[in-house]
């Protein structure tokens, strides 16, 4: 079964420092990951996805993540933090046991930033 | 690119009425829809699986005749909560994948979701 876990439910950076939001999956299977933004009382945008390509994936708006299989993790970072990044970032898992196509997701990171 | 639509983004409503929550895929077809929920706080629990022309997959735990799923064709899929009652308050998101690329293609795009309030 695939899982993914957050670190952190609540990440508060200022504006212009790095971003480091933490994924770590489990699954018995090479697994595609994904990361997706979420604005409030909106639905979810996909800021990238690894799929067994390049461990180190470019996303919208300024964000990588890199897929590290010996860590089992796929941290998500961004350089150099803008006001406009400050919404809820939830980390995905594509579901292999359950119904096909469908993400588990983790409980999600609220990503808070200061001027 | 893909866009689902989701309607209506906010409902309010008594007690003991049903409400109906629509889900389109607009620039595509789509086989299967995803219906999750979301509690505050809380990440997301996939309800069930819409699959078109067929009756809907739900998650253990997740009332049939409560929240019914009707997908009756390739760009609509439809949310019931029949009798609803303070405790189903939440916001409801739905996915789509699309038909060409079949559920195994890892893209999913997902609708603006659907804040229900049940006072």
């Known amino acids: 079964a695939q899982s993914v876990t957050q670190l952190g439910s609540h990440v508060s950076v200022s504006e212009g420092a790095l971003v480091l939001l933490r994924c770590n999956y489990s699954?018995?299977?090479?697994?595609?990951l994904f990361w997706y933004v979420q604005y409030p009382n909106q639905g979810l945008q996909l800021l990238l996805k690894y799929t067994s390509a390049a461990t180190l994936v470019k996303g919208i708006n300024g964000f990588e993540a890199e897929f590290k299989k010996s860590e089992t993790s796929f941290h998500l970072t961004k350089p150099s933090a803008h006001m406009s990044d400050a919404a809820e970032y939830f980390c995905a898992v594509r579901d292999y046991g359950g119904s096909q196509g469908n993400l588990i997701f983790g409980k999600g990171t609220k990503l808070s930033v200061k001027p | 690119g893909a866009v689902v639509s989701q309607h209506p983004s906010r409902v309010i409503c008594k007690s003991g009425t049903s409400v109906k929550i629509e889900c389109r895929s607009l620039?595509?077809?789509?086989?299967?829809m995803f219906w999750y929920r979301q509690f505050p706080k809380k990440s997301l629990m996939l309800m069930a699986t819409?699959?078109?022309?067929?009756?809907?997959?739900?998650e253990q735990g997740v009332e049939k005749d409560k929240f019914l799923i009707n997908h009756a064709s390739l760009t609509l899929s439809t949310l019931t909560v029949t009798s609803a009652h303070p405790e189903d308050s939440s916001f409801y998101i739905c996915s789509a994948s699309p038909r060409d690329r079949g559920p195994g293609a890892n893209v999913l795009t997902f609708g603006a979701g659907s804040r229900l309030t049940v006072l």
């Open positions: 699954s018995s299977v090479p697994p595609y």
């Open positions: 620039d595509f077809q789509a086989t299967t």
């Open positions: 819409s699959n078109e022309g067929s009756k809907a997959t739900y």
